[in-house]
């Protein structure tokens, strides 16, 4: 993200916005599958399906179409939380360039990051619910199948099946998700454009190679939350009444005793094919926009 002259905060916000939602209309495919390998590795240990198998699957079956489930609760979790996230950081950027006369630590970038995510993961954890649970439901036993419409189908219906703060279930480990994604994404993509241009300049394609770098940063730091945060939010309730898994600990910890610690990073290929095409999307947006709407004044 460019250090421009005068920005403007509502610029931020929808900047940031417009880029995560022209990011998943690309890559929604790619984390329905991903969601498909975290469900169908709950539990089982050695080898797994691999996400080719699972997409040529559910075309076969289902069509093309199925790969883009969810996709109206997609857009509207960017428009909350990536919204929220890519436009706090970028004013906390911003601010912490004007009282360090343009030159931000990386400590300070990693805790801009931090705040950036954890806060808009509140935002956008009801819209996060119910894609989960859009791209899953046919994953359940037709019984508990709950056959949403659409988002906001499945919004009322969570409210009113199951009460209003509800809508932050699974919002623990998704805090931890965004904190640490954004850690791994927003923080590294800035310090390496940074040091890249101190070194080379400011080369052609200096920005796909510092997305890369914040997308494989972003990847390790973040996919065990992701996993479980898909488990927590899909869960229904067994047949005794009570739910497979009581909190993020609990539902962290059987992963981990039942899969084994590598249960964790269950679809990382996927998750990396995922993340790496959002983050380039993503931040190239915004670094085209903020170019265009917050250039400096002369």
């Not at 960017?78 to 004007?98: F, S, V």
Request: positive net charge; hydrophobic residues 40%; glycine residues 10%.
């Amino acid at each position: 993200m460019s250090n421009q002259q005068k920005p403007s905060i509502l610029k931020n916000f929808a900047i940031g916005g417009t880029a995560g939602m022209a990011a998943t209309c690309c890559v929604q495919p790619i984390d329905f599958v991903k969601v498909q390998l975290q469900i169908r590795g709950e539990g089982a240990k050695g080898t797994r399906v691999g996400p080719l198998s699972v997409a040529k699957e559910t075309i076969s079956k289902y069509g093309f179409k199925r790969l883009y489930t969810g996709l109206d609760s997609a857009i509207l979790r960017q428009a909350t939380y990536t919204t929220a996230r890519m436009g706090i950081y970028k004013t906390l950027m911003d601010w912490g360039n004007q009282i360090n006369q343009g030159v931000i630590p990386l400590w300070q970038k990693g805790a801009f990051s931090l705040t950036a995510g954890g806060l808009a993961s509140l935002v956008g954890t009801p819209a996060d619910l119910a894609l989960i649970r859009m791209q899953s439901d046919h994953t359940l036993p037709e019984a508990q199948r709950r056959n949403y419409k659409g988002v906001m189908d499945a919004l009322t219906r969570i409210i009113k099946e199951e009460g209003a703060l509800n809508l932050w279930r699974g919002a623990t480990p998704t805090v931890y998700r965004a904190m640490s994604i954004n850690l791994g994404m927003l923080a590294p993509y800035d310090q390496a454009k940074e040091m890249l241009t101190k070194q080379f300049g400011d080369f052609n394609g200096i920005r796909p190679v510092c997305s890369f770098i914040a997308a494989f940063f972003a990847c390790v730091f973040s996919l065990p939350f992701d996993n479980v945060k898909t488990k927590f939010q899909r869960m229904a309730k067994l047949d005794d009444g009570t739910y497979p898994y009581k909190n993020f600990a609990d539902c962290f910890k059987k992963t981990t005793v039942n899969e084994g610690f590598m249960g964790l990073y269950v679809g990382f290929g996927t998750y990396v094919i995922r993340i790496a095409p959002h983050a380039i999307i993503t931040l190239l947006v915004v670094d085209f926009l903020n170019s265009v709407f917050n250039k400096p004044s002369k």
